[in-house]
């Protein structure tokens, strides 16, 4: 059976064109290595990019987009699957529920708050599942910071940092998810 990973990313283009790069390098990632793509469902910005990038190389794409969004975020009608549900609540559980793994590329506010929910779930035992937040070019940095004040002021355990990795690097991620699978 095919092994799935999310990709959580941005619907909108960065000025910094390496990042839509390292969507590129995943994209192509997953496809030479027979690992499907499950993602947000749009054909704009990032996430647009990865899964061209994942099509045009044969792979399999599960795109998971809410109603309200179809429209917004031009539902990318060349993917493999598409499921559309009523809002994003329950695109997010489709999403866990269909991955085996999650990475996170820069993005913004939705990116974020997917990362936050899926990390929330594991720390909560909903699943166990591996998480990678890649840091390329220290665009988490802020991010990071922020959790090491979290764990600093004991708002967060010290040990939660073994809920997900951090790299920096597309090499770095592509060797953990070859452990993974």
């Not at 390329?136 to 002021?153: C, N, R, S």
């Not at 708002?155 to 939660?160: E, G, K, P, S």
């Not at 090499?171 to 699978?181: A, R, V, W």
Request: aromatic fraction near 8%.
């Amino acid at each position: 059976m095919m092994k799935n990973v999310c990709v959580y990313c941005g619907s909108r283009t960065p000025k910094d064109p390496d990042l839509i790069q390292v969507a590129n390098q995943l994209g192509e990632f997953l496809a030479q290595n027979k690992l499907g793509l499950v993602y947000g469902g749009g054909n704009v910005g990032v996430m647009g990019k990865i899964a061209d990038t994942v099509i045009d190389r044969n792979g399999h794409v599960i795109g998971i987009i809410p109603t309200a969004l179809k429209e917004r975020e031009v539902l990318h009608l060349g993917i493999s699957e598409t499921y559309e549900t009523p809002d994003m609540h329950t695109r997010k559980a489709l999403m866990e529920q269909k991955s085996d793994a999650f990475v996170i590329l820069p993005g913004g506010f939705g990116t974020l708050d997917e990362f936050f929910e899926i990390l929330t779930w594991r720390q909560l035992g909903i699943h166990n599942k591996p998480i990678i937040l890649l840091n390329v070019k220290g665009y988490f940095d802020g991010l990071v910071q922020f959790m090491e004040t979290a764990i600093e002021q004991d708002f967060v355990r010290a040990d939660n940092r073994s809920l997900f990795k951090i790299t920096s690097t597309i090499e770095e991620t592509e060797s953990l998810l070859n452990e993974l699978f």
